[in-house]
């Protein structure tokens, strides 16, 4: 199944969140979604692709700065815990404001 991009908001994001001075955005190095920025043959700090692109546009529309916060892994719900881990977990117990990733829906 191809990969279906979206953006994912925690609940109430603009009402509660905007009046942070800097809002954390989960991703996973993906390409083309999030990649590290390639200088001469260099691998260096910052990011470039579809995800960091969207992230700027949303920046401006907001007018509220945000940070990129790179994890491993987009989330696996754990029935023994009844809690998710990953992007998924990190979301739901408000460690990040929100994420912006590709996701794939599968069974």
Known sequence: ML???FIILSVGLIRSKAAKQ??????VLNDPYLMHKDY???VGGEYEGFSVDLLK???EELGVPMSIQVIDTYGVYQESSE????MVGELSDGSADMAIADLTVTD
């Open 3 to 5: 990969p279906i991009f």
């Open 22 to 27: 800097n809002l954390t955005v989960l991703m």
């Open 57 to 59: 546009l949303l920046e």
């Open 83 to 86: 809690k998710w881990t990953g």
């Open 40 to 42: 001469d043959g260099q």
